[in-house]
């Protein structure tokens, strides 16, 4: 450790002797003595060599690349044994050194390709660490280079077979070939693709060497030689290609074309040569990652092409060209196909498979716990559109349980271990998927067998967990027993905490407010209230904002509250909705909980209840906002939509003044507009909604000077204004209605002239009005 300075002097010492007498370094048994204890020491770890010995000790190792073999290997033992600097961007750039001397510099002879091979492989180490697309680049070229030489001696062809698939060593051509692979998966992984020197043209070149079919290419001109690689190879290439495919449906539909591709490719004729050649064929992950393909590629033929895979292997068995039969793992692999299926069929056929497995009809091949699992899964999935499935996955659930049943269990050692293995989770996704599907009493019933099982067995895998009272809060809620609910959510949050993967989610907490608001019993109100204390109390103390009701949730829970035209649906509604104002004000988030669509729904709630007080309960919540708004809350200012709910509140009112109200709002409206504000702009459902007012109330003069306005402001640039024909009917229906006014139907033609100047002819409607009009009048 006191030798820091030592070791400086010695790396440019020998970095010195290096560039002076590097011909006869070979000759010289001191000086690699000396260089093999100065590589040795890179391997303590105390030694942190700075940037500048890094620099110096690479321009040795760059120097000696002109010093034939024995420095070539001098070459690789420094490269292994400088693993643990820490200063790797010194490295790079003699990676890159060494990439650029590797696919230039010639091959005069087989053991000089072998060793520039072998330091290549040390270099490989540190693109791996960086996943770089130009190191995999670069490697696929300097393999290449070999396939060609290969190709122009073919004299050295056994030579090199022997080589790839000797095992004695780990920078042999196969394992290289592999590290490449492995490279390009991380680097496709990483998804980092950094402009490489060339500009944008060579990142392109980057691109098309990262290409799966590209790579497949490169496996295939080893083949033309006559030389295989290992299946291993190839499955690498196949699970790269899978992953790098999620993203992109159309390069989806073509894997599984790419992969039986792989496969047909792997089982050509076998070459002539040592024995362990016979191993260089897929297997059963082969297969196992073309029928993944196939579920995933979502083509309309992928079942059909799919299922094809097993009577295949069955025939390749048979003529033993694979060294496997169809076994459990790739039964596996069809059904999850079959239970990814749309088609209730396909699943059916699922089943009859694994009842076939069950029963003993497939060879080599029983169903395990994945086995259960697809089918289970399978079959919760379409509880809600299928009425069967119900049913079958009960029966499924109730085998399951048996097959536990028939273990015994000595205290915790468990004799056999059962095929279905159980557990909390499937039984939570089952409740609730059943809740879902709005079969309450089923999913407690699951529950109650849970709670069975774990009083049985005491086994932790029975313990309800997370997802069981998850799900259980949620038929709870849904079934009206809102302290059942909040008695789950409270365990949880006493359980897990309000800071873990299991603690409580927002939709826990939702799930208990709806029950509680939508409740009939006499203190709802009361106990909405405290549970929207205890959402501020955690949101407050915990800083959990994430848990706040969502926007969209509120909106549609007072539409639910206030839906009807009694009195106290829209009270209850309102106190709620006030509720929520008081927490957002109390919580102080940066996501508010109420805005503008929470007001409107209520002022809608208003608007059509039958209370006498209706009408002003809604204008007073379009002052509260614009109050809101003018104190530096402008996502409350009332948008077009709340004057129209208020004005036809007051339109459907008998109280006295109801009409003046109405009319008060709509000027206001458009005194704001032509003064500029836009926040509030005049369409065709807001003088629609006056139009229809005046039309009730029989003041059919006052109803054609708003059609006059209207038109006016379409005609001045109003282009959020569409006058159609609904209003022009509501205008002569309006007429029609009132009768007994003099000149009706000059009236009523009067205005479908005027409508006309925008653009609305009179329709089938219209006319057939104009003629119950011009008839009253005989």
Same mark, same amino acid.
């Given at each position: 450790?006191?030798?820091?300075?030592?070791?400086?002097?010695?790396?440019?010492?020998?970095?010195?002797?290096?560039?002076?007498?590097?011909?006869?370094?070979?000759?010289?048994?001191?000086?690699?003595?000396?260089c093999?204890?100065?590589?040795?020491?890179?391997?303590?770890?105390?030694?942190s060599?700075?940037?500048?010995?890094?620099?110096?000790?690479?321009?040795?190792v760059?120097?000696?690349?002109?010093?034939?073999?024995?420095?070539?290997?001098?070459?690789?033992?420094?490269?292994?044994?400088?693993?643990?600097?820490?200063t790797?961007?010194?490295?790079?750039?003699?990676?890159?050194?060494?990439?650029?001397?590797?696919?230039?510099?010639?091959?005069?002879?087989?053991?000089?390709a072998?060793?520039?091979?072998?330091?290549w492989?040390?270099?490989?180490?540190f693109?791996?660490?960086?996943?770089?697309?130009?190191?995999?680049?670069?490697?696929?070229?300097?393999?290449?280079?070999?396939?060609?030489?290969?190709?122009?001696?073919?004299?050295?062809?056994?030579?090199?077979?022997?080589?790839?698939?000797?095992?004695?060593?780990e920078?042999r051509?196969?394992?290289?070939?592999?590290?490449?692979l492995?490279?390009?998966?991380?680097?496709?992984?990483?998804?980092?693709?950094?402009?490489?020197?060339?500009?944008?043209?060579?990142?392109?070149?980057?691109v098309?060497?990262?290409?799966?079919?590209?790579?497949?290419?490169?496996?295939?001109?080893?083949?033309?030689?006559?030389?295989?690689?290992l299946?291993?190879?190839?499955?690498?290439l196949?699970?790269?290609?899978?992953?790098?495919?999620?993203?992109?449906?159309?390069?989806?539909?073509?894997l599984?074309?790419?992969f039986g591709?792989?496969?047909?490719?792997m089982?050509?004729?076998?070459?002539?040569?040592?024995?362990?050649?016979?191993?260089?064929?897929p297997?059963?992950?082969?297969?196992?990652?073309?029928?993944?393909?196939?579920a995933?590629?979502g083509r309309?033929d992928?079942?059909?092409?799919?299922?094809?895979?097993?009577?295949?292997?069955?025939?390749?068995?048979?003529?033993?060209?694979?060294?496997?039969?169809?076994?459990?793992?790739l039964?596996?692999a069809?059904?999850?196909?079959?239970?990814?299926?749309?088609?209730?069929?396909?699943?059916?056929?699922?089943?009859?498979?694994?009842? *076939?497995? @069950?029963? #003993? &009809?497939?060879?080599?091949? =029983? $169903?395990?716990?994945?086995? /259960?699992?697809?089918?289970?899964y399978?079959?919760?999935?379409?509880?809600?559109?299928?009425?069967?499935a119900?049913?079958?996955?009960?029966?499924?659930?109730?085998?399951?349980?048996?097959?536990?049943?028939?273990?015994?269990?000595?205290?915790?050692?468990?004799?056999?271990?059962?095929?279905?293995?159980?557990?909390?989770?499937?039984?939570?996704?089952?409740?609730?998927?059943?809740a879902?599907?709005?079969?309450?009493?089923?999913?407690?019933?699951?529950?109650?067998?849970?709670?069975s099982?774990?009083?049985?067995?005491?086994?932790?895998?029975?313990?309800?967990?997370?997802?069981?009272?998850?799900?259980?809060?949620?038929?709870?809620?849904?079934?009206?027993?809102?302290?059942?609910?909040?008695?789950m959510?409270?365990?949880? *949050?006493d @359980?897990? #905490? &309000?800071?873990?993967?299991? =603690? $409580?989610?927002?939709?826990h /907490?939702?799930?208990?407010?709806?029950?509680?608001?939508?409740?009939?019993?006499?203190?709802?109100?009361?106990?909405?209230?405290?549970?929207?204390?205890?959402?501020?109390?955690?949101?407050?103390?915990?800083?959990?904002?994430?848990?706040?009701?969502?926007?969209?949730?509120?909106?549609?829970?007072?539409?639910r509250?206030?839906?009807?035209t009694?009195e106290?649906?829209?009270?209850?509604?309102?106190?709620?909705?006030r509720?929520?104002i008081?927490?957002?004000?109390?919580?102080?988030?940066?996501?508010?909980v109420?805005?503008?669509?929470?007001?409107?729904?209520?002022?809608?709630?208003?608007?059509?209840c039958?209370?006498?007080?209706?009408?002003?309960?809604?204008?007073?919540?379009?002052?509260?906002?614009?109050?809101?708004?003018?104190?530096?809350?402008?996502?409350?200012?009332?948008q077009?939509?709340?004057?129209?709910?208020?004005?036809?509140?007051?339109?459907?009112s008998?109280?006295?003044g109801?009409?003046?109200?109405?009319?008060?709002?709509?000027?206001?409206v458009?005194?704001?507009?032509?003064?500029?504000?836009?926040?509030?702009?005049?369409?065709?459902?807001?003088?629609?909604?006056?139009?229809?007012?005046?039309?009730?109330?029989?003041?059919?003069?006052?109803m054609?000077?708003?059609?006059?306005?209207?038109v006016d402001?379409?005609?001045?640039?109003?282009?959020?204004?569409?006058?159609?024909?609904?209003?022009?009917?509501?205008?002569?229906?309006g007429?029609?209605?009132?009768?007994?006014?003099?000149h009706a139907?000059?009236?009523?033609?009067?205005?479908?002239?005027?409508?006309?100047?925008?653009?609305v002819?009179?329709?089938?409607?219209?006319?057939?009005?104009?003629?119950?009009?011009?008839s009253?009048?005989?």
């Amino acid at each position: 450790r006191r030798s820091v300075q030592r070791f400086d002097r010695s790396v440019l010492a020998i970095s010195e002797f290096g560039r002076r007498q590097l011909r006869s370094i070979q000759r010289m048994p001191w000086a690699w003595k000396t260089c093999n204890t100065l590589q040795s020491s890179f391997h303590f770890r105390f030694l942190s060599p700075s940037s500048l010995i890094s620099r110096r000790w690479a321009s040795t190792v760059k120097s000696s690349l002109t010093g034939g073999n024995r420095a070539h290997e001098q070459l690789d033992r420094s490269l292994r044994k400088a693993e643990h600097m820490r200063t790797l961007s010194d490295w790079r750039d003699l990676a890159i050194y060494f990439a650029q001397v590797h696919t230039t510099a010639p091959f005069d002879d087989f053991d000089e390709a072998l060793n520039f091979l072998q330091q290549w492989a040390t270099t490989l180490r540190f693109w791996s660490r960086q996943a770089s697309p130009e190191g995999v680049a670069r490697s696929v070229e300097l393999l290449d280079r070999l396939v060609a030489y290969v190709q122009n001696n073919s004299d050295k062809k056994e030579e090199l077979i022997q080589e790839v698939f000797h095992n004695d060593s780990e920078y042999r051509i196969s394992t290289l070939v592999e590290d490449v692979l492995l490279n390009w998966r991380e680097a496709l992984a990483n998804r980092s693709l950094p402009e490489p020197a060339g500009g944008k043209e060579g990142l392109q070149d980057l691109v098309e060497h990262m290409h799966p079919v590209r790579m497949f290419d490169f496996l295939k001109n080893w083949r033309i030689q006559g030389i295989t690689m290992l299946p291993q190879i190839h499955l690498i290439l196949m699970q790269t290609a899978s992953e790098a495919t999620q993203n992109s449906p159309a390069d989806r539909k073509k894997l599984p074309l790419f992969f039986g591709e792989i496969i047909r490719y792997m089982l050509l004729e076998q070459l002539p040569g040592p024995a362990h050649l016979a191993g260089a064929r897929p297997g059963v992950d082969h297969f196992i990652l073309l029928l993944k393909a196939w579920a995933e590629s979502g083509r309309d033929d992928r079942i059909s092409r799919g299922i094809q895979t097993i009577p295949m292997v069955q025939e390749l068995s048979r003529r033993r060209r694979i060294h496997f039969r169809p076994n459990t793992l790739l039964y596996n692999a069809l059904l999850q196909l079959l239970a990814s299926s749309a088609d209730a069929n396909d699943l059916r056929n699922a089943e009859r498979v694994f009842h *076939e497995m @069950e029963k #003993g &009809l497939v060879p080599d091949a =029983s $169903p395990d716990k994945i086995s /259960y699992r697809i089918i289970f899964y399978g079959l919760a999935n379409v509880i809600a559109h299928d009425s069967q499935a119900k049913d079958r996955i009960m029966a499924l659930l109730r085998e399951m349980e048996r097959e536990e049943e028939q273990h015994d269990i000595v205290g915790s050692f468990q004799l056999h271990r059962p095929r279905a293995q159980l557990d909390a989770a499937m039984y939570g996704y089952l409740i609730l998927k059943l809740a879902h599907a709005g079969h309450f009493d089923q999913a407690e019933q699951v529950y109650q067998s849970l709670l069975s099982m774990y009083t049985k067995f005491r086994e932790p895998r029975f313990c309800p967990d997370y997802h069981v009272k998850r799900a259980l809060c949620f038929v709870y809620a849904r079934t009206g027993r809102p302290r059942e609910a909040e008695k789950m959510v409270l365990g949880m *949050e006493d @359980e897990f #905490g &309000l800071d873990s993967e299991n =603690s $409580p989610k927002r939709s826990h /907490y939702e799930f208990v407010l709806d029950s509680w608001a939508t409740s009939k019993s006499q203190d709802t109100e009361q106990q909405t209230a405290r549970w929207i204390r205890h959402i501020q109390s955690i949101v407050t103390k915990h800083n959990a904002h994430h848990l706040l009701p969502r926007r969209w949730y509120i909106v549609d829970l007072l539409g639910r509250l206030g839906k009807g035209t009694k009195e106290n649906a829209a009270q209850k509604a309102e106190l709620l909705f006030r509720a929520l104002i008081d927490l957002e004000k109390s919580v102080n988030s940066n996501d508010p909980v109420v805005n503008h669509d929470h007001y409107n729904r209520m002022i809608q709630i208003w608007a059509k209840c039958q209370d006498k007080e209706a009408p002003r309960r809604a204008e007073q919540l379009l002052l509260d906002m614009r109050k809101r708004a003018t104190n530096g809350e402008r996502r409350l200012h009332p948008q077009t939509s709340h004057y129209t709910a208020v004005i036809n509140a007051w339109s459907r009112s008998r109280q006295p003044g109801s009409l003046e109200r109405a009319e008060a709002i709509f000027n206001f409206v458009r005194k704001q507009y032509h003064s500029g504000n836009r926040d509030a702009i005049p369409d065709e459902v807001f003088y629609g909604s006056m139009i229809s007012c005046y039309a009730r109330s029989g003041d059919l003069d006052k109803m054609e000077k708003i059609a006059t306005l209207m038109v006016d402001d379409w005609l001045g640039g109003n282009n959020r204004l569409e006058p159609n024909t609904s209003i022009l009917n509501s205008m002569v229906l309006g007429i029609l209605l009132k009768q007994k006014k003099p000149h009706a139907l000059k009236r009523a033609r009067r205005l479908v002239k005027l409508m006309a100047q925008v653009g609305v002819q009179a329709d089938e409607r219209t006319n057939s009005l104009l003629v119950e009009i011009k008839s009253s009048r005989r």
